[in-house]
Nanobody, 115 residues
Framework: QVQLVESGGGLVQAGGSLQLSCLAS????????MGWYRQAPGRQRELVAR???????EYPDSADGRFTISRDNGMNTIYLRMNDLKSEDTAVYYC?????????WGQGTQVTVSS
């Protein structure tokens, strides 16, 4: 069973930065893609960033360049660097890994941005 463990969330002031980590229980080369999603209260879960097995990086059309996804193959870890955080970035951030049509999710890490 694939396990994903997120870390790095917390409380930060507006304009600050955070880096989230997602540690996978197996080689990230086993996954077609990995990514970060977030869900704010009362809203649907949405894509933040995604990286495919081949290294292609995808951001939603709404992305404004403040977030950067990366990975460390040897550490079985992906990261999300978030800069210039805004109050609207407050959400639970989830790591997701895909194997064919199946998706695996972490428990999520809370990010709270105070204005």
């Amino acid at each position: 069973q694939v396990q994903l463990v997120e870390s790095g969330g917390g409380l930060v002031q507006a304009g600050g930065s955070l880096q989230l980590s997602c540690l996978a229980s197996e080689s990230i080369f086993n996954f077609n893609a990995m990514g970060w999603y977030r869900q704010a209260p009362g809203r649907q879960r949405e894509l933040v960033a995604r990286i495919t097995l081949g290294g292609r990086i995808e951001y939603p059309d709404s992305a404004d360049g403040r977030f950067t996804i990366s990975r460390d193959n040897g550490m079985n870890t992906i990261y999300l660097r978030m800069n210039d955080l805004k109050s609207e970035d407050t959400a639970v951030y989830y790591c997701c890994a895909n194997i064919l049509s199946r998706s695996y999710w972490g428990q999520g890490t809370q990010v709270t941005v105070s204005s």
